[in-house]
Nanobody, 124 residues
Framework: QVQLVESGGGLVQAGGSLRLSCAAS????????MGWFRQAPGKERDVVAA????????YYAESVKDRFTISRDNAKNTVYLQMNSLKPEDTAVYYC?????????????????WGQGTQVTVSS
C-alpha cells in the first residue's frame, strides 16, 4: 500500500506557473504507474497526465499538452506536475494517484490509491 500527499497548489494569475508535488510513503512509488487528475466544481474527475514506472512513457490530456510536464524521482518517491501558461480553465482540485497496472493507464477506476487533493486557482 502507498500513501500520497500532494502539495504546491495555490492561487496564480493566468499565464503563470505552478509545480505540484506528490510525495509517496509506504511501498516505493517506483512500483506504480502514477497519474495526476483534476476535478473542477460540477465536473467529473479527469486525467491530466500519467507516467510509467520507469518514466519512459508519459501521457497528457489534449488540453494540457505543451503546457504541463509530468515527471518522477523514484529515489525521492515523488512525482511532479509542472504547469506553465496556466489558464482560468485549469482551476480545479488536483489529485495524485497510483496504479498497480504496469501500463500507462488513464481511467480513474484503474488507479488504486489517491491523495487528498490540492487546490489550484487561476485568476484571469
Amino acid at each position: 500500500q502507498v500513501q500520497l500527499v500532494e502539495s504546491g497548489g495555490g492561487l496564480v494569475q493566468a499565464g503563470g506557473s505552478l509545480r505540484l508535488s506528490c510525495a509517496a510513503s509506504g511501498r516505493t512509488s517506483s512500483s506504480y504507474t502514477m497519474g495526476w487528475f483534476r476535478q473542477a466544481p460540477g465536473k467529473e474527475r479527469d486525467v491530466v497526465a500519467a507516467i510509467s514506472r520507469s518514466s519512459g512513457r508519459t501521457y497528457y490530456a489534449e488540453s494540457v499538452k505543451d503546457r504541463f510536464t509530468i515527471s518522477r524521482d523514484n529515489a525521492k518517491n515523488t512525482v511532479y506536475l509542472q504547469m506553465n501558461s496556466l489558464k482560468p480553465e485549469d482551476t480545479a482540485v488536483y489529485y495524485c494517484a497510483a496504479s498497480r497496472i504496469p501500463n500507462l493507464v488513464r481511467l480513474q477506476a484503474q488507479y488504486d490509491y489517491w491523495g487528498q487533493g490540492t487546490q489550484v486557482t487561476v485568476s484571469s
